[in-house]
Nanobody, 116 residues
């Protein structure tokens, strides 16, 4: 059974940093592209970053490029999102995602709030 569990969210001041983690289980993590999405209040869920199975190919939404870094540790079945220079527009629930052959799976999300 595919499971994705996010952690690391919280309240941070503008300009601050957070690192999110996504612990995966129930599938061969190292073989699948992984993604981070976010959903702000009243807005649609948007793709934030994507990382290929081996980690060699990464892409980002324009709104986070240069500030966020996606990474993964296949030995630990874990994906990360390092978020720097956070601003109020980054406030959202962040979700990890895998489009596996058995379906599309989401974690429960972790709240990130950027506020002074």
């Amino acid at each position: 059974q595919v499971q994705l569990v996010e952690s690391g969210g919280g309240l941070v001041q503008p300009g601050g940093s957070l690192r999110l983690s996504c612990a995966a289980s129930g599938f061969t993590f190292s073989k699948w592209t992984m993604r981070w999405y976010r959903q702000a209040p009243g807005k649609e869920r948007e793709l934030v970053a994507t990382i290929s199975s081996a980690g060699g190919v990464r892409s980002y939404a324009d709104s986070v490029k240069g500030r966020f870094t996606i990474s993964r540790d296949n030995a630990k079945n874990t994906m990360y999102l390092q978020m720097n220079s956070l601003n109020s527009e980054d406030t959202a629930v962040y979700y990890c995602n895998v489009a596996h052959r058995s379906g599309v799976f989401w974690g429960q999300g972790t709240q990130v709030t950027v506020s002074s």
